[in-house]
């Protein structure tokens, strides 16, 4: 399956962006979804997971209660809805599948299949 992310952009701190991530080559709703994000000179850093279907969500805690990832199986797209957004979240953000039903491995840049090629986000103070 292929992933294209797309949504980033230069913002100042407390604005919102959505990205969003879509799917092509592959029956989407089969995929847990993730997004990931990785900043200069740092290791990729989990960011949010979706569950096949949506029922299960996990979040990283520097961005929970900001962020809400959703999925709409009909577009085959994740959303990633980033609001309140400071400075440190200045990243590329990527987006990662696996096709699965399992959700235990969600947190681990290693446990994904599929790689999209990430969008800059960049947030001014």
């Known amino acids: 399956v292929q992933l294209q992310a797309s949504g980033g952009g230069l913002v100042q701190a407390g604005d919102s962006l959505r990205l969003s991530c879509v799917a092509s080559?592959?029956?989407?709703?089969?995929?847990?979804m993730g997004w990931f994000r990785q900043a200069a000179g740092k290791e990729r850093e989990f960011v949010a997971a979706?569950?096949?279907?949506?029922?299960?969500?996990s979040y990283a805690d520097s961005v929970k209660g900001r962020f809400t990832i959703s999925k709409d199986n009909a577009k085959s797209t994740v959303y990633l809805q980033m609001n309140s957004l400071k400075p440190e979240d200045t990243a590329v953000y990527l987006c990662?599948?696996?096709?699965?039903?399992?959700?235990?491995?969600?947190?681990?840049?290693?446990?994904?299949?599929?790689w999209g090629q990430g969008t800059l986000v960049t947030v001014s103070s």
């Open positions: 080559g592959g029956t989407f709703s089969r995929y847990v």
């Open positions: 979706i569950s096949r279907v949506g029922g299960s969500l």
């Open positions: 990662a599948a696996r096709g699965t039903a399992q959700t235990m491995g969600v947190m681990y840049p290693s446990w994904y299949e599929y």
